[in-house]
């Protein structure tokens, strides 16, 4: 889950290794022309690129031109430097994720999720909750050890909170596909404010998903965590799994330690 980081900068890999070689995509509102190309050409160069060859010249609208321009970059990045929260959770198979659930917390885990807003895009929520699943992995209803519940597309933060505690979830997922103008932030954020206003944000774990979703934005606007594009049901279920053995372990460790005291 966690490759080790190289300790090194590293440039661009095109040809061979460390040449520097990208390419870079744009439009511009010029006709395809040789004026066109030259343009595109000048343009990659001032933005770094060496070199820079126009591969691809397509009309994609009238006045309109699609451009990929290949080049060297001088510019290296060391990954070793760069410090971002991740998602941090052991990949479970189906058979322990089914097992650790039995034998550790003895019911199902109860998942509420839903597109809130005014988001009627249902294909995140879909892939992570519903049985046919994502990539040939099947969602939290084809496990024996999920309730899952999927409430479906614009789903307002309060009828969220309500069906969730009517359901006493352990769990609430929110996916945003539409992102114009930073609606996806702002819906999210309201929702933990209201969970939050309503006293119960510490008991349920809050997850955030979709296209412009990653871990470090989930945590600023108050989620538990954040998954992103390619997330996998076993991903979320993985993390579900742990989080909650996790919590029971840490409870029943903290009600030893009290009752020694006492």
């Given at each position: 889950?966690?490759?080790?980081?190289?300790?090194?900068?590293l440039?661009a890999?095109?040809?061979r290794?460390?040449?520097g070689?990208?390419?870079?995509?744009?439009?511009?509102?010029?006709?395809?022309?040789?004026?066109?190309?030259?343009?595109?050409?000048?343009?990659?160069?001032?933005?770094g690129?060496?070199?820079?060859?126009?591969?691809?010249?397509?009309?994609?609208?009238?006045g309109?031109t699609?451009?990929?321009v290949?080049g060297?970059?001088?510019h290296?990045?060391?990954?070793?430097v760069?410090?971002?929260?991740e998602?941090?959770?052991?990949?479970?198979?189906?058979?322990?994720i089914?097992?650790?659930?039995?034998?550790?917390?003895?019911?199902?885990?109860?998942?509420?999720?839903?597109?809130?807003?005014?988001?009627?895009?249902?294909?995140?929520?879909?892939?992570i909750?519903?049985?046919?699943?994502?990539?040939g992995?099947?969602?939290?209803?084809?496990?024996?050890?999920?309730?899952?519940?999927?409430?479906?597309?614009?789903?307002?933060?309060?009828?969220?909170?309500?069906?969730?505690?009517?359901?006493?979830a352990?769990?609430?997922?929110?996916?945003?596909?539409?992102?114009?103008?930073n609606?996806?932030?702002?819906?999210?954020?309201?929702?933990?404010?209201l969970?939050?206003?309503?006293?119960?944000?510490?008991?349920?774990?809050?997850?955030?998903?979709?296209?412009?979703i990653?871990?470090?934005l989930a945590?600023?606007?108050?989620?538990?965590?954040g998954?992103?594009?390619?997330?996998?049901?076993?991903?979320?279920?993985?993390?579900?799994?742990?989080?909650?053995?996790?919590?029971?372990?840490?409870?029943?460790?903290?009600?030893?330690?009290a009752?020694e005291?006492?």
């Amino acid at each position: 889950m966690h490759p080790t980081v190289p300790g090194k900068p590293l440039r661009a890999y095109g040809d061979r290794q460390g040449d520097g070689m990208i390419q870079l995509s744009f439009v511009l509102e010029l006709p395809p022309s040789a004026r066109a190309k030259e343009a595109a050409r000048q343009f990659a160069e001032l933005h770094g690129i060496s070199e820079a060859l126009v591969t691809t010249m397509e009309p994609c609208a009238e006045g309109y031109t699609y451009f990929v321009v290949y080049g060297h970059s001088k510019h290296a990045i060391d990954p070793s430097v760069i410090d971002v929260p991740e998602v941090r959770m052991e990949a479970l198979s189906r058979e322990e994720i089914e097992h650790r659930v039995k034998a550790r917390l003895g019911r199902k885990i109860v998942v509420v999720g839903a597109c809130t807003g005014s988001d009627a895009h249902t294909v995140g929520i879909d892939a992570i909750l519903n049985y046919k699943g994502y990539a040939g992995d099947k969602g939290l209803e084809s496990y024996k050890a999920f309730e899952a519940y999927n409430l479906g597309a614009q789903v307002e933060n309060e009828q969220l909170a309500e069906r969730a505690l009517a359901l006493s979830a352990d769990a609430i997922l929110v996916s945003q596909i539409i992102t114009q103008r930073n609606c996806h932030k702002e819906n999210a954020a309201a929702l933990i404010e209201l969970a939050k206003r309503q006293g119960w944000r510490s008991k349920v774990i809050m997850l955030l998903g979709g296209p412009r979703i990653d871990h470090k934005l989930a945590l600023e606007l108050g989620f538990d965590a954040g998954f992103g594009p390619g997330t996998k049901p076993s991903d979320v279920a993985s993390f579900l799994v742990e989080w909650m053995s996790g919590e029971r372990e840490r409870a029943a460790s903290a009600m030893a330690i009290a009752n020694e005291q006492g």
